[in-house]
């Protein structure tokens, strides 16, 4: 079957910026039609952000297409900041979201991280959720961050691991998460942003199949690379703010009435496919497509077809 392409660039109709506590803002838009049918997107992360490019996964003519920062990444603010910024607090952000725009149910899509915030969401508000489409799954296990900030991935780029290994001393590699957490809250402003590039750096070599030396290059800049290596720094070291590590998969049976797309390519070093292997075979209502020529990136070909198709495929859960 001939694969889909994303759906042409596409300005929002409307955006704006939502006050969730005393301390943040989210900025959110909205795109496609109006009066469509509503659909979410997540970012992945945490503290990821926004690209234009996550529109177009939808058809704008059916789908009113809500797209947001979530705290402390992209045009939220502040940007980069950790207090108030737990899984508890996006997850009712979400909710105050979907309030604030007259949305009753909505399908959510989430990418990476934005995997792990849609199911969490989920199992918290099931009655709000049409269905789920889930591209990278990632269930915030030890085991998952340990393999590409501790051991795993290291083995397969052991080159580009170098650099993210050198900027700790020997004697604090036996801890890396624990080690770059030291540095990215410090209060030298160069050795915090030296950290996050680092790190930010790291995950960007990793994330495509075939390694793109522009989606490298963004991961560098400094603004994402303060906002996710913090704020997924923040989110490791306290175990995902979950209250075991294996939260999703035990959880998983209040979303099981969920129609679910699950795509994961094949090769993903940020994320094992296994996870997703593992959630398809608790939810009865899900689909697993591994793709089998890809990594981690929602842009990679045959993951941004699927995606689409899904997105295609589930118009028929609003009839």
């Given at each position: 079957m001939q694969r889909k392409e994303l759906f042409p660039e596409i300005q929002p109709y409307n955006n704006g910026m939502l006050k969730v506590s005393d301390l943040h803002t989210l900025y959110y838009e909205e795109v496609g039609n109006p009066k469509g049918e509503p659909i979410?997107?997540?970012?992945?992360g945490p503290g990821g952000g926004l690209s234009?490019?996550?529109?177009?996964?939808?058809?704008?003519?059916?789908?009113?297409?809500?797209?947001?920062?979530?705290?402390?990444a992209g045009k939220s603010t502040p940007h980069a900041e950790l207090r108030e910024n737990t899984t508890e607090n996006l997850v009712l952000d979400i909710e105050k979201l979907r309030k604030h725009l007259n949305i009753d149910k909505w399908v959510v899509l989430g990418g990476s991280w934005g995997t792990t915030l849609a199911l969490?969401?989920?199992?918290?508000?099931?009655?709000?959720?049409?269905?789920?489409?889930?591209?990278?799954?990632?269930l915030?296990?030890?085991?998952?961050?340990?393999?590409?900030y501790q051991e795993g991935a290291s083995e397969i780029y052991p080159d580009k691991w170098e650099d993210y290994l050198n900027l700790i001393p020997e004697c604090e590699r036996g801890n890396m998460i624990e080690a770059y957490y030291k540095r990215l809250i410090c209060d030298n402003e160069d050795e915090r942003l030296k950290a996050a590039k680092a790190w930010s750096?790291?995950?960007g070599n990793?994330?495509?199949l075939i390694p793109d030396e522009e989606s490298i290059n963004k991961f560098g800049e400094s603004g994402l690379a303060l906002s996710m290596a913090r704020t997924e720094c923040h989110y490791f070291i306290n175990n995902m703010f979950n209250e075991s590590d294996n939260y999703i998969l035990e959880n998983a049976y209040k979303i099981k009435e969920i129609p679910c797309?699950?795509?994961?390519?094949?090769?993903?070093?940020?994320?094992?496919?296994?996870a997703a292997f593992k959630l398809h075979k608790l939810l009865p209502k899900s689909k697993l497509e591994i793709i089998k020529d890809a990594g981690h990136s929602g842009m990679e070909p045959g993951t941004l077809s699927e995606l689409v198709k899904a997105t295609e495929d589930f118009k028929k859960l609003y009839k």
């Open positions: 979410l997107f997540l970012h992945g234009d490019a996550y529109r177009r996964y939808f058809d704008p003519n059916f789908y009113r297409i809500i797209l947001f920062d979530q705290r402390g969490t969401y989920a199992i918290h508000y099931p009655k709000m959720v049409l269905g789920l489409i889930l591209r990278g799954i990632f915030g296990t030890k085991a998952e961050i340990d393999w590409i750096v790291w995950e990793i994330v495509n797309r699950i795509v994961h390519g094949r090769y993903d070093m940020d994320c094992r496919v296994s």
